[in-house]
């Protein structure tokens, strides 16, 4: 009678109100032992009544984890991958139970990875393979996890499946691209767990490793493929899911070198015609993060005139403060990571130099620094093109303003000090920051409480004074 037992359970379970009762009568405990049973009518019924009694009770459900539950569920995956009930029911309870540590622990353990791949694959159905993604982006937050999904060849099933539906214009579809395009982020990024020297050094190892496989898998151009099929047609949650995964496949330096020379830096500016200011920023902050450290991707965009006009119009949007703000930043990124006297030129025609002056005094720290180290480089690169332009936005006295303030942090200071060295290179900045009588405030920088700014204080004197 035992099947026929668990089966009146597993319905009496489907009505709230009786789950408290089936809980106070230890049923849970004592239907476990029932998913060793190689009858499938019995692992139905048993995995039926366990999932309903267990359903949204975080208590009973570590409770099914001490006790051995996990093992259990990925035998049923492995034994009847065949069986679509089955595999259902121990989807379901992977999907309830993959959000506790306690239960990713288990998994990590087991060979589940290999057997939701293949269920990834000999999916026919949205709902299948929606439940698949679900328990998939539950377990990428386990780094152990992690490398088992990727080893498994979940970024080749994900890749598979965006070159299957990256033509398709159906709202089921576009969920499951939208779902792909997240599982890629989350494969690319680091664990909840660890700050650990080692562990961020192996986190580092294993997205670089991760970003590699996806690009020989051509996942890059397939994100960018469906970019641009849902720029066309509106449809922003998947825009933001592809670009947010762009945006981790740029971040290592072996990225940014592939992405450079696959042209993808091209493609990514081309979209920049969406009228969406959350895609407009994502897509901007994209092209920042492979221009960091790259000198050729840097020297690319800063001698593009459309990309340099249309960031000098986001610059004075008003309405939108974080594109704004991102246009700010991938200028001032484009001339800090450039070496070429084109860029300050062409930067200069486009009137950018202003935006990066207002830039240094921001409220933001992070932009200042940003900005100041820009502007710094640039000096160096090529102080008499930029004279006219520092003259007409008050450079000169805006840094003087930011190291009287108490309230400017101590590296802004600095950093402010190492433009100012730069500035007096140029004879009528020389005679303005004199005539701003600097000087007083650099000597009384000279007791400051941080010893990195006095150490500049110093030494701005000294070049000041004519002795350096």
Not at 208 to 214: P, Y
Not at 245 to 259: G, Y
Not at 286 to 303: C, I, N, P, S, Y
Request: aromatic fraction near 2%; glycine fraction near 4%.
């Amino acid at each position: 009678c035992a099947v026929k037992a668990a089966h009146v359970l597993s319905e009496i379970a489907k009505n709230e109100e009786m789950t408290k009762p089936c809980m106070e009568a230890d049923l849970v405990l004592t239907l476990i032992p029932l998913l060793e049973s190689t009858d499938q009518e019995m692992l139905l019924h048993a995995g039926r009544a366990i999932g309903r009694i267990c359903y949204d009770n975080r208590d009973l459900q570590e409770e099914l984890v001490k006790v051995g539950v996990i093992p259990s569920l990925v035998r049923i995956l492995t034994d009847y991958a065949e069986s679509e009930p089955l595999v259902h029911v121990a989807l379901l309870a992977l999907y309830n139970l993959a959000d506790l540590d306690s239960a990713k622990e288990a998994l990590s353990m087991t060979k589940v990875a290999e057997q939701l791949v293949k269920q990834l694959k000999r999916a026919e159905s949205h709902e299948r393979l929606e439940i698949v993604f679900e328990v998939l982006q539950a377990l990428a937050e386990n780094d152990a996890l992690k490398v088992q999904l990727v080893e498994a060849g979940v970024p080749e099933v994900l890749s598979e499946i965006l070159l299957r539906l990256k033509g398709s214009s159906q709202a089921e579809d576009t969920c499951i691209v939208k779902a792909a395009s997240d599982l890629i982020v989350s494969l690319l990024l680091g664990g909840k767990k660890g700050n650990i020297t080692g562990q961020i050094h192996k986190e580092s190892t294993s997205r670089n490793g991760n970003c590699l496989r996806m690009f020989q898998l051509g996942v890059i151009h397939q994100l960018l493929d469906l970019l641009e099929k849902h720029v066309q047609s509106g449809d922003t949650s998947v825009q933001q899911a592809a670009l947010s995964a762009l945006q981790n496949l740029a971040i290592p330096v072996v990225s940014k070198v592939q992405m450079l020379e696959e042209g993808v830096a091209e493609r990514i500016e081309a979209l920049l015609r969406s009228e969406s200011p959350p895609v407009q920023f994502k897509l901007l902050g994209t092209l920042r993060m492979l221009a960091d450290g790259q000198a050729d991707a840097a020297e690319m965009l800063g001698q593009d005139p459309l990309l340099l006009n249309r960031l000098v119009q986001w610059c004075n949007v008003s309405d939108h403060r974080g594109l704004c703000g991102e246009a700010n930043r991938l200028l001032a990124s484009i001339l800090h990571h450039n070496r070429s006297q084109e860029v300050v030129k062409a930067i200069q025609a486009a009137q950018g130099v202003k935006h990066l002056v207002s830039m240094a005094t921001s409220e933001h720290a992070a932009m200042q620094n940003e900005a100041l180290n820009a502007l710094a480089i640039a000096s160096a690169i090529d102080l008499e093109t930029l004279e006219e332009s520092f003259k007409e936005s008050q450079l000169v006295q805006s840094l003087h303003k930011l190291l009287r303030d108490d309230n400017t942090s101590p590296e802004v200071k600095y950093n402010s000090m190492g433009l100012l060295c730069r500035l007096l290179n140029s004879g009528d900045l020389r005679q303005e920051i004199e005539k701003d009588n600097i000087k007083d405030t650099l000597e009384q920088l000279c007791s400051h409480s941080n010893a990195n700014v006095v150490k500049e204080a110093i030494t701005t004197l000294q070049v000041l004074r004519g002795e350096t």
